[in-house]
Nanobody, 121 residues
Framework: QVQLVESGGGLVQPGGSLRLSCAAS????????MGWYRQVPGMQRLLVAA???????NYGDSVKGRFTISRDNAKNTVFLQMNSLKPEDTAVYYC???????????????WGQGTQVTVSS
């Protein structure tokens, strides 16, 4: 069994910063991509940022230049540093991992439980 546990969400004023963390644990052989998505009520879940095991990154257009994704492969953890936050960044943020559980198994996708980020004065 695999679990993704997120932390670091909360309430912040516009222009402020937050850092999200997501730790993967359980029966894991290797993790390929890790990423962050966000969702507001009534809308689909959208990519915020993703990072490969070698460190290549991809960002959603609305967060480029403000958010930075990074990972610690030794600890199976991914981070999202969010700067210059705007009210429109308010959403539930979900961690995602694309991983394999053994040498012989296929790739599987897992999601965290989500963490609320609210940007408001």
């Amino acid at each position: 069994q695999v679990q993704l546990v997120e932390s670091g969400g909360g309430l912040v004023q516009p222009g402020g910063s937050l850092r999200l963390s997501c730790a993967a644990s359980g029966s894991i052989f290797s993790i390929n991509h890790m990423g962050w998505y966000r969702q507001v009520p009534g809308m689909q879940r959208l990519l915020v940022a993703a990072i490969t095991s070698s460190g290549s990154t991809n960002y959603g257009d609305s967060v480029k230049g403000r958010f930075t994704i990074s990972r610690d492969n030794a600890k199976n953890t991914v981070f999202l540093q969010m700067n210059s936050l705007k009210p429109e960044d308010t959403a539930v943020y979900y961690c995602n991992a694309d991983l394999t559980r053994s040498y012989y198994s296929g790739r599987e996708h897992y999601w965290g439980q989500g963490t609320q980020v609210t940007v408001s004065s």
